[in-house]
């Protein structure tokens, strides 16, 4: 059973239907909440705190209407005051360059950032919640790095205020922009057991490999067009490189899984070794490359605690892949769970306002009362939940060579001494005797052994230059 989630029906369908819409269970009747308008400051005037503006401005009257409080933005701050703006402040709104003007403004009693970095914005979320003010952020590397720590201090802030209502910390935009994928995982799984998150979850990537596939453009064509169209920063490492994705699977697998991993230890490929030779393969092979991030619940080890594997990749997806066919800058998330089978959430990930649309979700389920569920699932005594830094999967590997006698049977030798089964061998017409390149794909194996026999191939004299490997993303899709 499939379960498709499109982000601009879901937040219009229900973003204010009920508890399930901002995190369950809610808590909204007898913490001694005011009709008195929420009075906000924004840190950050650019191109999502615009957005939000513009929404607000649009929807203020129905948003009250259906959280019974108004939102009222009392401040932005913004690093050049004078800098002229693409949207219009509402009327008795400050412009301030001051942080305190905000934090230590007792009358503004909710914060968004929406400025980026994690050095000042770190500074400003955590001043924000020991000062009593809700925090809602669209900050993916803040979450990424902080969030653990964030929990600490929202948890010691509301030991503190008893009797009063609790603060609390939003974060919905941070992953995937307008994908309600946070709001659904703390609240719309409770009662499962998530077994796999997987997606595309980064645009700027999603664009360029869709370009490559499907109007045959090389590497430095896409990522020239996606920098033209705003996709991709004038440095896109964090993109290309696969970090952007990594640092959203972490806040991801926290929310499925329990478990709290350093980056660094979540294996990472970016797309900057893919060359249109792997899409004319991958087209025989009946499917397309796209770059994910899978997060996989693995069976419990010898001693009974359960390990989950994550890698950030280009993966071959199959033609028949829900996967395959979203393209362009949209982002998917796919959740396998027991109760649900596979449920799926499609849409933009990034942009003025499908961004600016979760942060006002987020604002509005605050301004209503509703409290955040504690995380629905953990790794505590009763469910140790541990990291496992190896995953298995069928392998794509693309090798140079010059030609040159036994090749083949070398290449079976090194796989039979890493213990890597072959599946099968591709090879287009060789134009170049001296620089021709063949295909193997592997049965499922360890991502170690597949690493250990490309090394060994990387030492022989016929090959040219460092082997290229990828994961198959579904079992037995080749």
């Not at 001693?303 to 990749?313: N, P, Q, T």
């Not at 998917?332 to 027991?338: D, H, K, L, P």
Request: hydrophobic share 40%.
């Amino acid at each position: 059973m499939t379960a498709m989630y499109f982000a601009a029906a879901i937040v219009a369908a229900t973003a204010f239907r009920g508890a399930s819409a901002f995190g369950a269970p809610m808590m909204s009747a007898d913490l001694g909440l005011s009709t008195a308008p929420r009075r906000i400051g924004i840190f950050g005037g650019g191109t999502v705190g615009g957005g939000i503006v513009d929404i607000l401005a649009r929807k203020g009257d129905s948003l009250a209407a259906l959280s019974g409080r108004r939102m009222e933005i009392a401040k932005v701050c913004v690093r050049d005051a004078s800098k002229e703006r693409d949207y219009d402040l509402p009327e008795g709104c400050e412009v301030v360059t001051d942080y305190d003007s905000i934090l230590g403004d007792e009358s503004i009693d909710m914060v968004v950032e929406v400025m980026g970095g994690t050095t000042e914005a770190k500074d400003i979320v955590y001043a924000s919640l020991r000062a009593g003010k809700d925090v809602v952020t669209a900050n993916k590397a803040l979450i990424a790095a902080f969030l653990p720590e964030i929990d600490k201090i929202v948890a010691e802030t509301n030991a503190k205020r008893e009797g009063l209502p609790p603060v609390e910390f939003r974060y919905e935009a941070a992953v995937c922009g307008g994908i309600p994928i946070i709001r659904s995982l703390l609240s719309d799984f409770v009662g499962d057991d998530v077994k796999e998150i997987s997606g595309i979850i980064n645009g700027c990537t999603n664009y360029m490999l869709t370009s490559m596939d499907k109007n045959g453009w090389s590497y430095d064509d896409a990522l020239a067009k996606a920098a033209e169209l705003g996709y991709a920063e004038a440095d896109p490492t964090l993109d290309v490189g696969g970090f952007d994705a990594r640092s959203k699977l972490r806040i991801l697998m926290r929310l499925a899984f329990g478990l709290d991993v350093e980056e660094d230890q979540i294996s990472c490929k970016g797309i900057t070794e893919l060359t249109k030779i792997d899409f004319e393969y991958a087209r025989m092979l009946g499917g397309t490359i796209k770059l994910v991030g899978v997060a996989r619940a693995l069976d419990d080890g010898n001693d009974g605690k359960g390990r989950v594997a994550a890698f950030v990749s280009p993966a071959y997806v199959s033609d028949d892949d829900s996967l395959a066919n979203v393209n362009f800058a949209t982002n998917a998330i796919e959740v396998v769970s027991t109760s649900l089978g596979s449920s799926s959430f499609v849409g933009e990930g990034a942009g003025r306002y499908p961004t600016a649309n979760s942060c006002v979700s987020d604002m509005t389920a605050l301004a209503r009362g509703d409290s955040t569920a504690p995380l629905p699932f953990g790794s505590g005594p009763d469910k140790p939940v541990q990291f496992a830094n190896d995953y298995e999967s069928q392998f794509y590997l693309r090798l140079r060579y010059g030609d040159a006698l036994g090749i083949t049977r070398e290449c079976g030798e090194i796989c039979e001494k890493c213990g890597v089964s072959i599946h099968s061998l591709l090879q287009n017409p060789v134009r170049e005797r001296d620089d021709a390149v063949f295909v193997l794909v592997t049965e499922s194996v360890p991502l170690s052994a597949i690493k250990q026999a490309t090394a060994m191939f990387e030492t022989r004299d016929w090959c040219r230059g460092s082997v290229f490997f990828m994961p198959v993303l579904r079992e037995d899709a080749i």
